[in-house]
Every structure is written in structure tokens, then in C-alpha cells.
């Protein structure tokens, strides 16, 4: 499949799974297909444009992971000529979508007002995301980017992750811990420890914001999670 189609019928998808999660619509598919939109398509090493056209071009194409609750227009088979800097760009954009969807859903599911069969499902789909995809690791790539909007989204919803997996009591990547073990060990100004600070910052603003009883323990457990290995 023509790269370029490969994002357009994806970010066709995200847009609309935008619409249904915004709305607080109960998602009729199954979670794993759903997961499979909103996973980053990026290598550990390398969270850029690229690497994402490198993924698409494979043989993990949207056709295998249809969703029959949401329909895709016909889009026009893009002509071969078509420049790299713009798949390039298609290619941020859908990252982006992917990075709001991923927010929007860890806020629904945070809200009182989310009815109670979709926020279950839309829990299941992270709960997914958070176990099979390293998504952790991905998103601490992606806010070491260049590119500011990229960084800051990708840092809004890791923050928002930690703080899911923290009320859920789900224990915290590897890879997040060792992060912070390896950027907040001693005195540093740079930008992994800016990086890993404002995180740190937005889950407790997180925390502080809720109105569980557990807050308290929910505070708790951060340091714990932090710290626990060093």
C-alpha cells in the first residue's frame, strides 16, 4: 500500500475515534485493534517522522486491524510522486492525533461524567497500550524531540499515563524509573532532567486536582515508584 494512503485512511481513523472518545461514546470494537491506531509507530531509538514512514511501509498496514464501527472514506490511491517532506508531515500529524487521542481517553477516563460502560472500555484499551507496546519508552523519545509541539504532547501524556497507572495501581515501567533514576541521581540542568521534573510536576498537579480519597496514598506511591531500586 502507498505510504502516503497508509496515513490518510490512519489519521481518517484516529479522527474519528477523536470524535467518539470526546463525546464519551462507548467504543464497540476490539480494544487490541484499537491499541494498534494508537501506538506510535517508532523504534526506542529513533522517535522521528521517519522512523514512522519506515513502520508504514511494512506489512503493518490499517487493512489488517479494520474497525467495523468506524467507516473510512474512499480516498484516492496518492500518486508515487508525491515528496518525502510531505509524507514526512502527514506522518507528524498523525503521531500528534495519535498523542491527543491517547490524551483524551486517559481524561475520560478520569471523568465523573463518562458513562460507565465506555469509560470501562476505553480503561481496557489503555490498560492494553500500557502492557504491550512500550509505550512508556516511546514517549520518553518523543519528548526529547526537536520539535516542540511533538515534545510537549508527548509529555502531557506521559504525565497522564504515570498518573492513570498510579490510581490503577499498576506498577510503572522500567523504563520511566530508569529515566528518572538516571536524570535526577544528582545535580543536573539538563534538558532529560527539565524533561523528567515537568512530568514529575504535571502527576502531582494530577494528584492534587482528584478528589478520591486516596489521593494520599496515590502520592505516596510516586516516590516509592521512583526510587524503589535505588
Not at 480503561?123 to 520539535?147: A, G, H, P, T
Request: hydrophobic residues 40%; neutral net charge.
Amino acid at each position: 500500500m502507498n505510504i502516503t494512503l497508509s496515513i490518510k485512511i490512519t489519521s481518517s481513523i484516529l479522527e474519528q475515534l477523536y470524535k467518539k472518545v470526546l463525546s464519551g461514546t462507548i467504543l464497540e470494537d476490539d480494544s487490541h485493534d484499537y491499541v494498534f491506531y494508537l501506538n506510535p509507530a517508532l523504534s526506542n531509538q529513533d522517535c522521528s517522522a521517519a522512523s514512522s514512514l519506515e513502520w508504514l511501509n511494512t506489512d503493518a498496514v490499517p487493512c489488517q486491524h479494520q474497525l467495523p464501527s468506524i467507516r473510512v472514506s474512499t480516498i484516492p490511491e496518492a500518486p508515487v510522486c508525491v515528496k518525502r517532506h510531505s509524507q514526512m508531515s502527514d506522518a507528524r500529524e498523525m503521531m500528534l492525533l495519535q498523542l491527543t487521542v491517547i490524551k483524551v481517553m486517559v481524561t475520560r477516563i478520569l471523568s465523573v461524567e463518562t458513562e460507565i460502560h465506555a469509560k470501562e472500555k476505553y480503561r481496557d484499551v489503555i490498560k492494553i497500550l500500557l502492557q504491550s507496546n512500550e509505550i512508556d519508552s516511546k514517549l520518553i523519545c518523543m519528548f526529547q524531540n526537536s520539535d516542540k509541539l511533538l515534545s510537549h504532547m508527548a509529555a502531557k501524556c506521559l504525565a497522564l499515563l504515570l498518573y492513570f497507572q498510579l490510581r490503577e495501581k499498576i506498577t510503572l515501567s522500567n523504563s520511566w524509573i530508569a529515566f528518572c533514576q538516571k536524570n535526577l541521581s544528582g545535580y543536573s540542568e539538563s534538558d532529560e532532567a527539565i524533561h523528567c521534573l515537568w512530568t514529575l510536576t504535571a502527576v502531582m498537579k494530577e494528584i492534587f486536582k482528584d478528589t478520591c480519597s486516596e489521593k494520599t496514598m496515590t502520592c505516596w506511591r510516586l516516590p516509592r515508584h521512583q526510587w524503589a531500586s535505588t
